[in-house]
Each structure stands twice: as C-alpha cells, then as structure tokens.
C-alpha cells in the first residue's frame, strides 16, 4: 500500500477545491457545446419524386427513429415509398477498428454528412425497408437504418440482386 501525507494550510486546501472544481466545470462546459455542435451535421439531400426532384436538407442527427411511423417518415424525406413494416430488425455491433469493408460503408455514411467512427464498439439497431418506388427495373432494393439512441446515425440503399450496389440515402444523380 502506498500512502501519501500532505500537510495544507486551510487557504490552500480550500484553493485547491477551488481550482478541482474549476477544472471539472470547464470540462463539463467544454463537453456540453461539443455536443451541442455535433448535433448540427446536416446532410444534403436530392429526392427525387415523380417526375420532379428538389434538394433538401435534412439535420439527420436531429431525426427521431424511435417510432415506425418516425422511420417512415424519414424514408419519405428523400422521395422513396417502403414497405410500412421493417423486413429485419436487427441488433449490430459497429466495430472498434474498422477494417477496409467498413471504411468504405463509412464513406458513404461521410459523404451524406455522417459518421460511424464516433460510434465504434456501440451496439446499434439495424432497420431493414422494402423500397418500393427505385426508379428503373430494378428489384429487391432496400433501405438499411442504423439507428444509437433513437436517433439515426446512417445507413444506406442497397440492392440485393446478384449484380447490386449500394449508396446512400438519396437517390443517385
């Protein structure tokens, strides 16, 4: 065991409380406007709906998902039309070290103005739609939701065909 005895004057025990709770103070003050900032990314976004498109922008992190009916309105926002239930919930894990995969599944999350590397080693709920509206003849195609805390934090839109693709939640140009 080691001990360590200090002998302090009061003035200087109550200036070194002083200066302990000043340092935390400022460290709570400091954290509070990091997140406060943080909640500000926004993503751009081009929907496009029948016949016309129009740019949106959407303060993703200030999206709820608690709810379907939430989701779905999410889904909504950047022109597509879904399924109304999940085909998948499921329950993930966004890894500590991303290895080359993830890396580029977070560029496309970077790209729309998000990004996974502040959620390494969470564990996150993965929402699964059937997008029923993709422009073309293409089939299969759904929409992923990654969703901490009840909030979205990315995601994208990928087809499930032999020869699919993936990109992020708006439409492609």
């Known amino acids: 065991m080691f ?14 409380v002083l200066a302990v709770v000043l340092v935390v103070s ?9 997140k406060k900032s943080s909640g500000e990314v926004t993503a751009s976004a081009s929907a496009a709906q ?11 992190r ?3 998902a608690k709810t ?41 999350q970077k790209k729309q103005g998000l990004d996974l590397s502040g959620y390494a080693g969470k564990r996150v709920k993965k929402y699964t739609y059937t997008i029923t509206n993709y422009p073309g003849d293409v089939e299969s195609v759904q929409m992923n939701m990654l969703v901490y805390k009840n909030k979205i934090i990315g995601g994208d839109i990928c087809s499930l065909a032999e020869d699919g693709f993936m990109h992020g939640f708006s439409a492609p140009a």
Do not use: H
């Open 3 to 16: 001990m360590v005895s200090v002998r302090l004057s009061r003035i200087k025990l109550v200036a070194c």
């Open 26 to 34: 400022v460290g709570v003050v400091g954290m509070k406007k990091s």
């Open 50 to 60: 029948v016949g016309q498109e129009q740019d949106q922008t959407v303060k993703v």
């Open 62 to 64: 200030k999206i709820p």
């Open 68 to 108: 379907n009916e939430q989701r779905m309105e999410f889904i909504a926002s950047f022109g597509w039309e879904a399924e109304p239930e999940p085909v998948e919930i499921l329950e993930v894990i966004i890894p500590q070290e991303f290895d080359s995969v993830y890396e580029d599944y977070n560029s496309i």
